[in-house]
């Protein structure tokens, strides 16, 4: 009896630790909170940054680019703005700064390195499904673009925004990092695999704050 308590508190502690930290910030520039997590040693934003800055847009598949939209959570699945590289560079709350292109390898190789940090990062809804080439059976197999979400970052399939356009939506995500090219970003698509990515400088993207 008493190994059997035993067994049940390790396994118990295990499933604990196994299971992503969740906590909570709230940004005191305009109020509004948000979920974080810790994976690793980094504590991550687990919703895309909502606060308006000059040259921050809703995506809006009709391109209203323009219009004023304080609050992005209002549309239907979307939430959060996407951001011009010189909008983003400012655009975190105190405590808190945009990724650089290390911390976010450092988030990829934490997440199985970037073969599998993409369905492990995405949320478990949202993503369109994608065909792809099975060399076994020799013919294009549809395959399930939702993520596994096993981190708790959720990252959720906001296309991007491009001149007057809006893109890909249920399809990608883009996330702004610091590098010295200055127009790198993090993508995500519906494959399973994870991107750093070079020439994002003519987008709007999505931001997820990392702590200091």
Known sequence: MINKM???????????????QMGAMTD???????????????????????FETKRSYCYDAEGERYKKQPNC????????????????????????????????????????????AGKKLKSTKGWNSYDYWDDDEEEN?????????????????FGYGHDAYYEHLNEETYFWCVSEMEDDCFNLGREEEAFLLQ??????????????
Request: net charge positive; hydrophobic share 35%.
């Open 73 to 116: 959570n209002d549309k239907k699945f979307v939430s959060g703005r996407l951001y011009t590289y010189e909008a983003a560079k400012g655009a975190c709350p105190g405590g808190w700064h945009l990724p650089t292109i290390a911390e976010f390898e450092t988030l990829i190789k934490t997440a199985g390195g970037k073969e599998k």
């Open 6 to 20: 035993i067994l049940f508190v390790l396994m118990t502690a295990l499933v604990a630790l196994a299971a992503p």
């Open 141 to 157: 197999v549809t395959k399930d673009g939702n993520g596994s979400d096993d981190y708790g970052f959720s990252a959720k399939p």
């Open 199 to 212: 020439r994002c400088r003519n987008y709007q993207n999505s931001i997820r704050c990392v702590k200091d």
């Open 28 to 50: 005191s520039r305009d109020g509004k909170s948000y979920r974080t997590v810790k994976i690793g040693n980094q504590v991550w934003m687990a919703e895309n940054l909502d």
